[in-house]
């Protein structure tokens, strides 16, 4: 059976990603494709509540990194790999980038731990393959954009309630991280109106412009 597609998406909060992992779900669905749409932290029963916890109570850099961690080696584990090997196209919302571009970034952590930490997580242990997303779609966006659709969208969470200066280094991490992997990295402009961005998802999944707009 051939793999599936494993495709994540990555951003600072506000940059609009969910609407489109859904809007991309219901295209791939159109075409035959099985899909499983997941997120990180979270995916799992054990992830969520991990999630909770990382989402909720004040911890520092290394704390937060080994949480993120601890769920995604589950995530791996009970969803993305079985997924994975059965054909199914896998939708994440978020995976090892975002660890890099928040803890490594945002909270200026050292990004060698990381990395030791994401050798030691996501190797295959039927293949012996380091696990990693084969495209990777970047919703970039200035953080004060970012920022201001937040407000208006929901109330903040931790993260969420970091300032500008955090998000800064944040989408620097996420820069970072794109300019090592070019060949698995897709920047996509998120600060543009839905349809144009939508296009561009489109675009780097498909390799055609969409013929409607998608997303609510």
């Not at 696990?131 to 969420?160: G, I, K, M, N, S």
């Amino acid at each position: 059976m051939t793999r599936g597609r494993f495709i994540s998406f990555e951003g600072i909060d506000g940059a609009g990603k969910s609407s489109h992992i859904d809007a991309l779900a219901a295209a791939l669905q159109a075409q035959g494709s099985r899909v499983l749409r997941t997120r990180e932290p979270g995916g799992t029963a054990l992830a969520e509540q991990l999630r909770s916890l990382f989402l909720q109570q004040p911890m520092d850099a290394l704390t937060e990194a080994l949480l993120v961690f601890a769920g995604r080696r589950d995530h791996l584990c009970t969803a993305i790999l079985p997924a994975l090997a059965a054909g199914t196209t896998v939708l994440c919302d978020r995976f090892t980038d975002a660890t890099f571009a928040y803890q490594g970034g945002g909270r200026s952590f050292d990004t060698t731990v990381l990395a030791r930490l994401e050798a030691w997580v996501q190797t295959d242990a039927a293949t012996g393959d380091l696990v990693q997303p084969d495209l990777t779609l970047w919703f970039d966006l200035p953080p004060a954009v970012a920022a201001q659709r937040r407000a208006a969208a929901r109330t903040a969470d931790r993260l969420e309630r970091e300032d500008l200066a955090f998000f800064e280094r944040v989408r620097a991490g996420y820069a970072q991280r794109a300019a090592a992997e070019p060949q698995r990295f897709v920047p996509i402009d998120a600060d543009q109106p839905r349809d144009a961005v939508w296009a561009a998802v489109h675009q780097a999944v498909f390799g055609t412009v969409a013929n409607a707009v998608q997303g609510g």
